[in-house]
């Protein structure tokens, strides 16, 4: 199944009893959606493994699934860390001004041209459809004020940030780091168009 035609909804984080269950953290926070599955996959950096759901117990904060083929808890020890995947109509419905992180991944964070003259950056030019692509979104972050978006900068933005000027001052305030976090609110973010991957930036001395 390709990437994009699936979302991962949980984490596995421990073992539970002797049985093989597993308990699970909800990525979305939501568990609802989890009682409707029959099957999920289990996904970790070298295997891939469709398991049929047997039972679904608990609520948010005490999730706990028991999957078929998982029988003890040795065999639920090998699976901790590993991401339940299901197809996208499974997922936790959106409500509205929400996303799926896989969507927001990879999307372009862009200011538009309003937005550049208002900052003391030089150099930075918007493309032809009136965007600058100030980085690129690689994923969300849980906050303790809210979700983070992590933001590749791109090659322009960085040296911006990073330049000096003719006394070998900073011009920008950032350390010299590639990435940076922004926060996901309506202060900082505008426009979110996962159909075109592009997310709207509102504000570039954030990145500083």
Known sequence: MEKNATLVIGIIRASHGLTGKVKVESTSGEVDHFFDLTEVT???????KLFAVEAVEGGPGSLVLKLKGIESSEQAVLWRGAEIVVPRNKAC??????????????????CDNATLAKENYKGLVCNKDGWYTAG???????????????????????????????????DGKASKKKSVLVPFNKEFVGTVDVKGKTVQLLHLWVLE
């Not at 289990?42 to 891939?48: A, F, G, I, M, V």
């Not at 419905?93 to 862009?110: I, T």
């Open 136 to 170: 690129i979104i690689t994923d969300v972050l849980e906050g303790g004020a809210g979700n983070l978006l992590e933001v590749e900068l791109s090659e322009s933005m960085y040296s911006a940030i990073n330049s000096t000027d003719e006394a070998g001052i900073p």
């Open 93 to 110: 419905p959106l409500n509205k001004d929400e996303w799926y992180v896989e969507d927001l991944k990879q999307c372009s964070l862009v």
């Open 42 to 48: 289990l996904r970790t950096k070298d295997s891939e």
